[in-house]
């Protein structure tokens, strides 16, 4: 025979009755004393391992039903201390102070089938003062046949009578853990039932212990009814709206900078923070993915991380030194500076020279290109011929023509110092240039002399003693100038 070893299966009535005999014995002994009371495991007499958890699942659903009842200190055991007999009982309960025994145990017939048999103890008796069996029934049905047993014993022992609730707990979400707690007190983890609960009034809660602390799947304040079953309906969830918040922001976060080398330690950080969630998922075991997930998550992260170190390194190899850059950008800046200080003072000094040059240029063409000056040196040219006027007029030409041939060559070195390229290309324009400049200088001497002597040569024409005496001055002047 195949028995299913789920909590649910024991939600013994039988245990009801053993309970109604423990509010049975402090009324019976009149005690208005908080009582000590011991729960022995239930004894597993089948003779087969396979019912060791249907022992458990009854003691368990005993200590639930237990836990309504007022006026009681229980204290539950994990192993007997000692033998069921009265003389070991009397004994490890005088020494233990334990004023009340509880023990039970299932028994197995050749039918296959099983009895459920709980009994009390009294240390003040120094006797076992209830004991009730059930009859031999399907595992199943045990829990039906216990009933009356409850009401019996409740009739013959105190003539009073408490009601007890069933309550039943039905989870419509993800498969999880949670805790119940009725009236401020935790009575229990993932429960299916409660075979009685005391009757009236009840706070009850039923919460879980999740990744961003508790959360409450059901908290409301209800009245129980004997005889009556209440239903729990609470839904576990996959992640909370909170939950969900704060999954989706760390991945977010951890997307956007997924390709970002300098931000490896923040991304460090928030996979820590991601993995850390899903640490302990026993409050939903379909939580398992998104652990899973992280796992890969961080395995993907480190290989990420090292193609950015891998590439910023390959960076790093060709990137120049912004502080030597920076030296070289300074010095740079001043060798511009200098050099257009040095290309100002250039400019200016050829302004300079230019306008020289304009201005004995035009003073050479105001002098010679006036009509009535012209026509007099005719004039007086004609009165001089024998005074060596043509002498003068001469040297007069030659320098002109001297002055406009500097001048013309001197424009030239100038456009060509201005379009020098190199140091050593203005230099030598600029050698240039002094030599016209000079030649400048004396040609305009040379026909300055001219525009002198002339005028005086010319005034002699009329009066042939002045002619004579500025022919010879002017041959004392080309005397003193030189050979022709």
Not at 75 to 104: C, F, H, M, T
Not at 123 to 137: G, W
Not at 286 to 311: E, G, I, P, T, V
Not at 316 to 336: I, R
Request: proline share 2%; glycine share 8%; with cysteine.
């Amino acid at each position: 025979m195949v028995i299913s070893m789920k909590k649910s299966i024991i939600r013994p009535r039988i245990l009801l009755s053993c309970l109604t005999l423990l509010i049975a014995l402090p009324l019976y002994s009149q005690d208005a004393a908080k009582k000590a009371l011991a729960v022995f495991p239930f004894a597993n007499n089948t003779g087969s391992d396979a019912y060791g958890a249907a022992c458990d699942a009854a003691a368990n659903s005993l200590v639930l039903t237990l836990k309504s009842l007022e006026g009681y200190d229980v204290q539950v055991l994990g192993a007997d201390p000692v033998e069921r007999s009265e003389e070991a009982l009397a004994s490890w309960a005088e020494n233990a102070k334990v004023d009340i025994v509880l023990y039970g145990g299932l028994s197995l017939n050749a039918d296959g089938k099983v009895q459920a048999s709980l009994s009390a103890f009294d240390r003040q008796k120094a006797a076992t003062i209830v004991t009730k069996k059930s009859d031999y029934v399907k595992l199943m049905d045990i829990f039906h046949t216990s009933d009356d047993l409850v009401v019996a014993v409740l009739a013959d022992m105190t003539g009073k009578h408490i009601g007890f609730a069933r309550l039943e707990f039905h989870n419509s979400g993800q498969p999880g853990s949670y805790e119940v707690a009725i009236d401020g007190a935790v009575v229990g983890k993932n429960l299916d039932a409660i075979a009685g609960w005391r009757e009236g009034k009840h706070e009850l809660v039923v919460r879980q212990k999740r990744m961003l602390g508790e959360y409450e799947l059901y908290k409301q304040t209800v009245t129980l009814v004997e005889g009556k079953t209440f239903e729990v309906d609470f839904s576990v969830p996959l992640l909370t709206e909170a939950e969900k918040v704060k999954v989706e922001g760390l991945e977010s976060a951890i997307r956007s900078r997924w390709d970002k080398g300098e931000a490896a330690a923040e991304v460090d950080s928030l996979i820590a923070q991601y993995t850390d969630l899903f640490k302990d998922v026993d409050y939903c075991p379909a939580l398992s993915a998104y652990r899973d997930k992280a796992a890969k998550l961080a395995m993907d992260w480190a290989a990420q991380k090292q193609k950015l170190s891998d590439r910023a390194q390959e960076q790093g190899e060709v990137k120049p030194d912004l502080s030597k850059l920076a030296a070289a950008v300074a010095q740079l800046d001043a060798g511009l500076k200098a050099e257009a200080n040095a290309a100002n003072d250039r400019d200016r000094s050829i302004a300079e020279t230019r306008a020289v040059l304009d201005a004995l240029s035009q003073n050479l063409r105001d002098g010679f290109t006036s009509e009535e000056n012209k026509a007099k040196a005719d004039l007086r040219l004609r009165g001089a011929l024998d005074t060596g006027g043509w002498i003068s007029f001469a040297a007069c030409i030659i320098g002109v023509a001297g002055a406009g041939a500097a001048y013309y060559f001197g424009n030239q070195a100038f456009n060509t110092y201005q379009a020098a390229t190199t140091n050593a290309a203005a230099d030598s324009a600029r050698s240039s240039l002094q030599l016209c400049m000079a030649g400048l200088y004396a040609g305009a001497g040379v026909g300055g002399l001219g525009l002198v002597f002339t005028p005086i040569l010319f005034s002699v024409g009329p009066n042939k003693a002045e002619a004579l005496a500025e022919k010879a001055e002017s041959e004392t002047m080309l005397k003193a100038l030189g050979p022709e």
